[in-house]
């Protein structure tokens, strides 16, 4: 079994994609859209809604993010999209030079909550919200911090 990061956008999924496969230096990415179906009688769509993202998928540095749209006819049923603050991706155990590269390019239209600095715990530690609500926050030394503490 395996668990991954997934985020729902309203509409801005290609712009999504496109931004995190620059920021996180992708090496695989993957999209389906709603139209590669054809329309279904049951439940149509318009032409906008078929150019969605149905689902994507990054690789980057041996993780994966995968995203999607949720149409507007879809959002009817399972509700609107919200941005908020109950889920953030953390990157963990990254080296301090690639956490700068990738919080710098993920601050961009975003907002930095707390800038990359050296810690107590961490020799790279930050928590920026990039321009889409997404908080993501970076720790170099996140499993040595924890394995500290399992003494």
């Known amino acids: 079994m395996k668990s991954i990061t997934y985020l729902q956008f309203n509409g801005d999924a290609e712009e999504a994609l496109t931004f995190y496969e620059e ?6 990415v993957q999209k389906v859209r709603f139209g590669a179906f054809g329309q279904d009688s049951n439940a149509p769509m318009t032409e906008e809604e078929q150019n969605m993202i149905m689902e994507a998928r990054i690789e980057f540095f041996g ?6 749209d949720v ?5 009817a049923v399972t509700g609107e999209i919200t941005k908020g603050n109950s889920v953030l991706i953390s990157i963990i155990d990254a080296d301090p030079q690639m956490n700068t590269r990738s919080f710098e390019k993920l601050a961009e239209g975003g907002t930095v909550i707390m800038p990359l600095s050296s810690t107590p715990w961490s020799r790279s530690f930050g928590l920026v919200i990039d321009k889409f609500g997404v908080m993501w926050k970076f720790n170099s030394e996140a499993s040595k911090f924890l394995d500290s503490f399992l003494k």
């Open 23 to 28: 920021a996180l230096l992708a090496t695989s």
């Open 63 to 68: 993780n994966s993010l995968m995203l999607s």
């Open 71 to 75: 149409p507007p006819s879809m959002q």
